[in-house]
């Protein structure tokens, strides 16, 4: 298994690959995990997970140094270790992009009888193309798809987080997106997250909030996440000198100072650092709503674990972006909350929080745990 993450508690696709591998070990299989010594996560060193009976080969991708320096030597350590490591199943992922092409030539080296297996947890380069990168007509894009398609000619299957990632793969003409070939998993959240009382909500109590209604939003603010509507509305309330909500970003991600500059001066935006791990439970429960964002032309492209650790506190979310986006096909099928356009208006979001203040906690919806067994049995099938 391969990818930039492993366990922890900070990291989605970290998190969720543990979760595979002990699914796998617990079936009678061994595993081996190659990952990468700098396990740090928007900012953050992330604590380095794992367990005694899965091999982790952590390789060094340069300490200290960006992203894409990050990913380009973790690149070209995976093609130098895989070929010399013995396995029968070879699961890659999305990080660093590209990957599933330099496992192809690892496959290459070995048995026929080998599979490999593509976990998609986000999709390059349609990312490159959404943030304005490269054009979708271009040369790169062209010589990068083909790249993919190149990997997906030997790969035996494709693991998607939803109906909307898969439709986007069938773009690639090695991929049909049958059913015998892909399986949709949508991510999940095992970690243990209680529900906690307001009245004991050290996150409230931390900053004196307990009687404001809190518009939540929390995790990664990427250039795939808007805000500007959502600073709209908060500028629509206090212009109704409304001050009974709050719009809170405990956010980091490339739109963090885009966000900073954009609020500055608005008394009911609060933006703060993500808070330690053991604040988690209190800062998620803290929330009057929940809100998930992503721009247009970014469905399939991601798929914003956050929904995942949310759902478990039963608090409702609010959606602003595509209606068809996994996200949001996730919070109408489920019940988690309601869904608005990319391009809704202060008042149409407003209208959604203040209905959703009045829900009470979701207590029905329980957290699937088959997402790690039905993976497992999609490899070793």
């Not at 990291?11 to 002990?22: C, H, I, K, N, Q």
């Not at 061994?30 to 009976?53: K, M, P, R």
């Not at 956050?306 to 068809?324: E, M, Q, S």
């Not at 207590?363 to 497992?376: C, L, N, S």
Request: net charge positive.
């Amino acid at each position: 298994m391969v990818n930039r993450f492993y366990g922890g508690k900070q990291t989605p696709t970290g998190r969720m690959l543990e979760d595979v591998a002990r699914c796998l070990i617990d079936a009678g299989h061994s595993v081996q995990v190659l990952t990468s010594q700098q396990q740090s996560y928007g900012g953050i060193e992330a604590e380095a997970g794992g367990f005694d009976q899965v091999q982790i080969k952590a390789v060094w991708t340069g300490s200290g140094s960006s992203r894409f320096v990050q990913w380009g030597v973790f690149w070209l350590r995976a093609i130098l270790a895989i070929p010399f490591s013995r396995w029968d199943r070879c699961v890659v992922l999305t990080d660093p992009p590209f990957m599933l092409y330099a496992a192809r030539f690892c496959r290459r080296l070995h048995r026929s009888s080998q599979k490999l297996f593509w976990w998609t947890m986000d999709l390059y380069p349609e990312a490159m193309i959404a943030k304005g990168m490269i054009r979708a007509d271009g040369l790169a894009a062209r010589i990068l798809r083909g790249m993919n398609n190149e990997g997906l000619r030997r790969t035996t299957g494709v693991i998607a987080l939803g109906p909307t990632q898969r439709r986007l793969l069938t773009k690639y003409g090695s991929f049909d997106g049958s059913t015998s070939g892909c399986v949709v998993v949508p991510p999940w959240d095992h970690r243990a997250l209680p529900k906690v009382e307001r009245k004991n909500n050290r996150f409230l109590a931390k900053f004196g909030w307990a009687e404001k209604k809190i518009a939540l939003y929390a995790g990664n603010l990427g250039e795939a996440h808007s805000f500007q509507n959502l600073l709209d509305a908060a500028t629509t309330l206090m212009a109704r000198g409304d001050d009974e909500w709050l719009l809170v970003f405990v956010a980091r991600g490339a739109e963090r100072l885009a966000l900073e500059a954009a609020a500055q001066g608005m008394a009911n935006v609060r933006i703060l650092d993500y808070q330690p791990p053991e604040l988690t439970a209190d800062l998620l429960n803290a929330a009057t709503v929940h809100v998930v964002t992503m721009k247009r032309g970014w469905e399939g492209i991601i798929v914003p674990s956050k929904l995942y650790g949310i759902a478990a506190t039963g608090i409702p979310t609010l959606f602003v972006g595509p209606r068809d986006a996994d996200t949001a096909i996730e919070i109408e099928k489920l019940g988690l909350g309601a869904c608005v356009d990319s391009d809704a208006g202060p008042d149409e979001i407003l209208s959604r929080l203040e209905e959703l203040s009045m829900q009470p906690r979701n207590e029905q919806y329980i957290m699937p745990t088959d997402g790690p067994r039905r993976i497992a049995d999609f490899v070793c099938a």
